[in-house]
């Protein structure tokens, strides 16, 4: 088995498909999450569909020392961590605004201590979980890497805070590698339906809200806004499917092991979906229909932002294989199959659709990639 590798944030949305990921290249990952908003279920599910255990460090990175103690404890296990995916963090934008502080220390202050930790254990790789927030609002579509950097709230600004940080010091620090990647909006779920999006309360992003609704949870979408510069009137995003996003991060933790230096690209698919239309393909994949209610926009918000993935593809070759078909179709077998996300909050039980063996949920999923109308 390969290198081991840290994931902050394992127990979360992106993390446990990144542990799958990891797995399914050959590395042994360990997940590292204060389940705050993670969920030990995920990380067990994710095991099961790797075949192979994934240990879970419950862990809060804002304590001084805390990431010590784990890389002392795998370095005496004589399985030192190779590299770090860097994925924790606290992520709604309308909290960030109630409360920067929180922000700061969570997404700020967690990584310089994270950073320190990597230096004093001499971990030479990692990367970063970045975000399209960082751009603000754009003076250009599609946007590239060399866009102006201009976040409009603090979630955004702590993203560059660190983002930043990681360039100093790789400019202090020629021997580590790092790569920073710019997510544009994630949604849909591993094809076999046992892991995906689980938020806490009321979703904060449209596409989980349009499962939700789907399965009879909510019950209306509201749209903010259908008075914006687009061709239905509606925002218009760039989603990329959740298991291209994972991949993208085991090309870039390989590229940060061989190359020093700080990476900066965007993961995106590079074509612009309106709200609508995301709606509309999902109704027609799922044969289901999504009431609507249009609202007044809220504040903040822009008319239309997406990516230009060609760094990407040129330097990592990864490029979004998925469609919007395939992320709307396994987005609603993970909400129909778990209606009520994963199990209890400490993942200690089982949802509605129970627990299955890891032999059996392997198998499950191996049929469904094979198989499911991909």
């Not at 700061?104 to 950073?115: D, F, G, P, Q, T």
């Not at 009520?340 to 392997?362: F, H, M, N, Q, W």
Request: proline share 5%; net charge neutral.
């Amino acid at each position: 088995m390969g290198a081991t590798v840290m994931v902050t944030g394992g127990a979360g949305y992106i993390g446990s498909h990144v542990l799958v990921s990891l797995a399914e290249a050959g590395y042994r990952p360990v997940a590292v999450d204060d389940l705050s908003n993670g969920n030990r279920a995920a990380v067990e599910r994710a095991a099961a569909l790797a075949g192979q255990a994934i240990p879970l460090e419950v862990v809060d990175l804002t304590k001084e020392g805390a990431a010590d103690a784990v890389m002392h404890r795998y370095a005496s296990m004589e399985r030192p961590f190779a590299g770090i995916i860097h994925l924790a963090g606290r992520k709604a934008v309308g909290e960030s605004v109630a409360a920067p502080l929180k922000y700061y220390e969570s997404n700020v202050c967690a990584s310089v201590r994270l950073l320190r930790a990597m230096h004093r254990h001499r971990i030479r790789s990692m990367v970063f979980s970045s975000s399209a927030t960082v751009y603000g609002r754009p003076d250009a579509v599609p946007v590239n890497e060399q866009a102006v950097l201009t976040p409009a709230n603090p979630y955004g600004r702590t993203k560059l805070a660190i983002e930043e940080m990681l360039r100093d010091q790789s400019r202090a620090d020629r021997g580590l590698g790092v790569a920073i990647l710019r997510y544009f909006n994630p949604i849909g779920a591993h094809a076999s339906g046992h892991i995906g999006e689980c938020p806490q309360g009321e979703p904060a992003n449209v596409f989980p809200y349009i499962t939700q609704v789907a399965a009879g949870i909510r019950d209306r979408l509201s749209i903010f806004g259908n008075d914006y510069d687009t061709a239905d009137g509606t925002g218009v995003r760039d989603y990329l499917h959740v298991m291209d996003l994972a991949e993208g991060h085991v090309l870039a933790l390989e590229h940060a092991f061989q190359s020093p230096g700080c990476l900066t690209l965007n993961l995106g698919t590079g074509r612009g979906v309106s709200v609508l239309e995301l709606v509309r393909t999902f109704e027609r994949v799922s044969g289901l229909r999504i009431p609507l209610h249009i609202a007044a926009r809220r504040p903040g918000d822009i008319d239309a932002i997406w990516a230009d993935p060609g760094l990407a593809a040129r330097i990592l070759g990864w490029q979004a294989r998925r469609t919007l078909d395939e992320m709307c179709a396994d987005g609603w077998r993970w909400q129909r199959n778990n209606p009520k996300g994963y199990a209890d909050k400490d993942g200690s039980g089982a949802t509605e659709a129970g627990i299955v063996s890891a032999a059996r949920l392997s198998a499950v999923s191996k049929a469904a990639m094979a198989g499911d109308s991909k």
